[in-house]
């Protein structure tokens, strides 16, 4: 086994922040920009967006769609290291709909991402990401 690195579950909190400060922002560029190059992202409806390019271009066009006037809050996040340069975390997420959002905005959701994270020369970066909506089993009065 391998000495838990301190490093590596700050920089996953550190990215899912940022993550969520670049969704506030709808800004996919600097979404995109947390990602590797080869980074691969699945959403909460299974599309897959591969590479960065194709995570911030899926993020453009969500952000001008189904998340125009939601906001993401971070209500939890736990971090496990991987090694001396790679960690996982899973942050726990609340989207509301802002006052003000258009009729097409999506509704009040919870979820879960699932952020992998590694050292590179240019710092901590996302290597792959999966958002998971939190949903009511069948049968069960809630979730």
Not at 2 to 21: C, N
Not at 103 to 126: C, E, H, I, M, Y
């Amino acid at each position: 086994m391998f000495d838990q690195p301190k490093g590596a579950p700050v920089a996953i909190e550190d990215l899912a922040q940022q993550l969520v400060e670049a969704f506030n922002a709808k800004d996919a560029e600097a979404f995109g920009a947390l990602f590797v190059d080869d980074a691969e992202f699945v959403n909460i409806f299974g599309a897959r967006m591969r590479g960065r390019d194709g995570i911030t271009d899926g993020h453009r066009q969500v952000f001008g769609t189904a998340l125009n006037g939601t906001t993401l809050t971070l209500e939890g996040l736990d971090t496990m290291a991987l090694g001396p340069d790679a960690a996982v975390g899973h942050a726990t997420w609340r989207r509301d709909r802002d006052a003000d959002a258009p009729a097409s905005a999506l509704p009040p959701g919870r979820g879960v991402f699932t952020l992998v994270g590694r050292q590179t020369g240019d710092g901590w970066k996302l290597v792959a990401a999966t958002n998971v909506a939190v949903a009511i089993p069948p049968g069960a009065l809630t979730p």
